[in-house]
């Protein structure tokens, strides 16, 4: 089966731009997440869709961040402005529902300057 | 939410040694998986081990539910296991979130 689709994989930008993150996750898989992951750190939630309605995103900046899944498939993440602690690897995620295993996508590496 | 402590975090075998890595949860998990990050940041999952053992090929994984902690073994390492290995454990109320611990860094040498 194909894996969790992420693009872009890198992405340079300045900060108050905003950026936009879009994921394709197994095809089934009714749970879609995003994670960001500072370096030298774990990954940590930013917010958990099952189909296309939130679960979770009680830890999602939401002045700056937005996230939506419309037909329970594809996923974008959008920042807005961005700051420069903004500068991580996004991951996104996908279970064939909740508490099931993940499988992540190749995350895309935002650097803001 | 849970704590999830992992150790230690930093190891270095020589190729062919045999290593155990620790997670510990603060709190109960009915959810608990293992992930190796690879040089290039390729998140791979490596078991969904909510209780009992588990085996697949060198590695295996053990969780011991009721006393809150997981063990990852590796046996006969090879230079491709170096990388980060992270646990990540959720509660019955987390809806399948994880929390992941720190990471232990493992650098095989040949």
């Known amino acids: 089966e194909a894996g969790v689709a992420q693009s872009p994989r890198y992405k340079i930008i300045e900060k108050r731009q905003s950026v936009a993150f879009w994921c394709n996750p197994i095809?089934?898989?009714?749970?879609l997440y995003w994670y960001q992951q500072i370096l030298g750190q774990g990954p940590k939630l930013l917010i958990q869709f099952q189909n296309n309605g939130v679960v979770d995103d009680s830890q999602l900046p939401k002045d700056r961040f937005s996230a939506e899944r419309l037909k329970g498939v594809d996923s974008t993440l959008k920042i807005q402005p961005a700051k420069l602690e903004d500068s991580a690897v996004y991951l996104c995620?996908?279970?064939?529902?909740?508490?099931?295993?993940?499988?992540f996508g190749s995350g895309t590496r935002l650097t803001v300057v | 939410g849970i704590q999830v402590e992992q150790s230690p975090p930093d190891l270095i075998l020589q190729e062919g040694a045999n290593s155990t890595l620790r997670c510990n949860f603060s709190?109960?998990?009915?959810?608990l998986q293992w992930f190796h990050q690879n040089p290039w940041g390729q998140l791979i999952n490596l078991f969904y081990?909510?209780?009992g053992t588990k085996q697949n090929g060198r590695l295996s994984a053990t969780t011991v539910a009721t006393e809150r902690y997981s063990l990852l073994y590796i046996s006969s390492s090879q230079t491709t296991d170096s990388g980060v290995y992270f646990c990540a454990g959720g509660g019955p109320g987390s809806q399948g979130n994880l929390i992941f611990g720190k990471g232990t860094k493992l650098s095989v040498k040949p």
């Open positions: 709190d109960s998990v009915n959810n």
């Open positions: 995620a996908s279970s064939l529902d909740r508490g099931g295993g993940y499988t």
């Open positions: 095809s089934g898989h009714a749970t």
């Open positions: 081990i909510p209780s």
